[in-house]
T-cell receptor
Framework: GAGVSQSPSNKVTEKGKDVELRCDPI?????LYWYRQSLGQGLEFLIY????????KSGLPSDRFSAERTGGSVSTLTIQRTQQEDSAVYLC?????????????FGPGTRLTVL | GQNIDQPTEMTATEGAIVQINCTYQ??????LFWYQQHAGEAPTFLSY????GLEEKGRFSSFLSRSKGYSYLLLKELQMKDSASYLC???????????FGKGTTLSVSS
């Protein structure tokens, strides 16, 4: 596609429910990243995919968070038993590879609100 | 630890020049990036520095000093549309993630 797309753009859920957030990277980009942006905070790295594998999951805040990528393309971030502190904008980015100078291109994000 | 500092807010007038500073202390370094983010939109890439010195790209320039852990973004001939948040980010050692500062909100007035 022309750019990174994410769905839904907004998600409101109740505490304790599970949510799935979707990311479609730029066509041909092998690297995919998830970040979250909480109010007043900088973007916080969550997980990185190269192809379908995730060699860096160091940013996932708890075992309630998981992500997968299939076909080297679409990725889904799942949050189980959501908590109010999970409320944030979840941003996905992709790049043509990994390493020095690889620019990450961001999607518009999914705004998650946990009531 | 990882620490990236930049001012929270800055104001400037149309046509002026503004410099947004960023200092970093990170366990690894794989380049320094600047992104622009308008409210409610995706961050968009502005510049990348991996070697010391100044990179110029139109109205925007970015400078890096690795020995000082310091970068700045220089915006010239400011326009109203430049009102946005400017995010400083450092690539981690493995090149697998960006470590972001909290961003600087720039307000440009006429």
């Amino acid at each position: 596609g022309a750019g990174v797309s994410q769905s839904p753009s907004n998600k409101v859920t109740e505490k304790g429910k599970d949510v799935e957030l979707r990311c479609d990277p730029i066509s041909g980009h092998t690297a995919l990243y998830w970040y979250r942006q909480s109010l007043g905070q900088g973007l916080e790295f969550l997980i990185y995919f190269q192809g379908n594998s995730a060699p860096d999951k160091s940013g996932l805040p708890s075992d309630r968070f998981s992500a997968e990528r299939t076909g080297g393309s679409v990725s889904t971030l799942t949050i189980q038993r959501t908590q109010q502190e999970d409320s944030a904008v979840y941003l996905c980015a992709s790049s043509s590879g990994v390493g020095t100078g690889r620019t990450q291109y961001f999607g518009p994000g999914t705004r998650l609100t946990v009531l | 630890g990882q620490n990236i500092d930049q001012p929270t807010e800055m104001t400037a007038t149309e046509g002026a020049i503004v410099q947004i500073n960023c200092t970093y202390q990170t366990s690894g370094f794989n380049g320094l990036f600047w992104y622009q983010q308008h409210a409610g939109e995706a961050p968009t890439f502005l510049s990348y520095n991996v070697l010391d010195g100044l990179e110029e790209k139109g109205r925007f320039s970015s400078f890096l000093s690795r020995s000082k852990g310091y970068s700045y973004l220089l915006l010239k001939e400011l326009q109203m549309k430049d009102s946005a948040s400017y995010l400083c980010a450092v690539g981690n050692q493995a090149g697998t993630a960006l470590i972001f500062g909290k961003g600087t909100t720039l307000s440009v007035s006429s």
